[in-house]
């Protein structure tokens, strides 16, 4: 965390203020709230202001765009919990495949170039293998029918999504299905998600892979896994393998296109 802070704090509460500015100019006739899961501005202290501006109707979007049990659940689960008063409150439970996200993505991946790259990696992170055998029991760690195209029953399953996402933000630069990788970090154990980001990095400059771009589409605000983990650490790690150069591309922070592109994803 002393490698993450900034002068202005924690990046991803900085981008997350800025962010809520931009959507209360963009929906005047709303009110705007911003809250952390684990932090501060806490969804408890969040809702207990809700209820004293007497909100009636309440959109809830958590800022992840592939659903999970793990992340965007626990949210429902926790304002259901705090909710009192509110009657309506509406779930957007994800937006992976929002043509809104998608392009704001795209808009980002513009600034580096991806075809200048000799490949390009678009990473997500892993969660417990476990948490998607519970979502379908067609699942499969390996050889799933979702690494190719999305199944019928693979529209909440988080692999599924993160593979749907990289097709579609691949197909956006042309990027043919061998310059680009699907792969998952974060991991805490062997039992989670893969290929793992690490491994395929390796596997990449053992190829004599010299320039990478790393994309995060499942983080919408650069932290501690996009800035430590692949900038710094992930970077190294290549470098330290015979690789030139990895660059990872800045995530959408709270750039005006995102919160253009986030009063699409509500309305």
Same mark, same amino acid.
């Given at each position: 965390?002393?490698?993450?802070?900034?002068?202005?704090?924690?990046?991803?509460?900085?981008?997350?203020?800025?962010?809520?500015?931009?959507?209360?100019?963009?929906?005047?006739?709303?009110?705007?709230?911003?809250?952390?899961?684990?932090?501060?501005?806490? @969804?408890?202290?969040?809702?207990?202001?809700? +209820?004293?501006? #007497?909100?009636?109707?309440? %959109?809830?979007? /958590?800022? &992840?765009?592939?659903?999970?049990?793990?992340?965007?659940?626990?949210?429902?689960?926790?304002?259901?919990?705090?909710?009192?008063?509110?009657?309506?409150?509406?779930?957007?439970?994800?937006?992976?495949?929002?043509?809104?996200?998608?392009?704001?993505?795209?808009?980002?991946?513009?600034?580096?170039?991806?075809?200048?790259?000799?490949?390009?990696?678009?990473?997500?992170?892993?969660?417990?293998?476990?948490? @998607?055998?519970?979502?379908?029991?067609?699942? +499969?760690?390996? #050889?799933?029918?979702?690494? %190719?195209?999305? /199944?019928? &029953?693979?529209?909440?399953?988080?692999?599924?999504?993160?593979?749907?996402?990289?097709?579609?933000?691949?197909?956006?630069?042309?990027?043919?299905?061998?310059?680009?990788?699907?792969?998952?970090?974060?991991?805490?154990?062997?039992?989670?998600?893969?290929?793992?980001?690490?491994?395929?990095?390796?596997?990449?400059?053992?190829?004599?892979?010299?320039?990478?771009?790393?994309?995060?589409?499942?983080?919408?605000?650069?932290?501690?896994?996009?800035?430590?983990?692949?900038?710094?650490?992930?970077?190294?790690?290549?470098?330290?393998?015979?690789?030139?150069?990895?660059?990872?591309?800045?995530?959408?922070?709270?750039?005006?296109?995102?919160?253009?592109?986030?009063?699409?994803?509500?309305?």
């Amino acid at each position: 965390y002393r490698r993450l802070w900034t002068p202005e704090g924690s990046p991803i509460l900085h981008h997350l203020i800025g962010l809520r500015l931009k959507l209360a100019n963009r929906l005047p006739e709303h009110t705007v709230y911003a809250a952390m899961r684990y932090g501060s501005p806490s @969804l408890k202290k969040v809702m207990e202001k809700i +209820h004293v501006d #007497g909100i009636t109707h309440l %959109t809830v979007l /958590p800022l &992840y765009p592939q659903f999970a049990d793990s992340t965007t659940e626990t949210i429902f689960n926790r304002i259901r919990k705090l909710n009192k008063k509110v009657k309506d409150v509406h779930f957007i439970r994800q937006f992976y495949d929002h043509p809104a996200f998608i392009n704001a993505f795209v808009e980002r991946m513009k600034r580096y170039n991806p075809a200048s790259f000799d490949h390009v990696i678009f990473t997500y992170h892993s969660l417990p293998e476990s948490h @998607l055998q519970r979502i379908h029991p067609e699942y +499969h760690c390996t #050889g799933c029918a979702c690494e %190719t195209a999305m /199944p019928e &029953y693979g529209r909440e399953c988080y692999k599924a999504a993160a593979y749907e996402t990289s097709r579609r933000l691949a197909s956006a630069f042309q990027l043919s299905t061998t310059d680009y990788s699907v792969s998952f970090q974060s991991r805490f154990a062997n039992k989670w998600i893969g290929p793992f980001t690490d491994e395929r990095i390796r596997e990449l400059a053992a190829k004599g892979v010299k320039r990478i771009l790393v994309v995060a589409p499942s983080f919408v605000a650069d932290c501690l896994e996009t800035i430590v983990e692949i900038s710094l650490d992930y970077k190294e790690l290549f470098l330290s393998e015979g690789g030139n150069e990895l660059v990872m591309a800045e995530s959408l922070n709270d750039e005006d296109f995102w919160a253009t592109a986030i009063v699409d994803i509500i309305r």
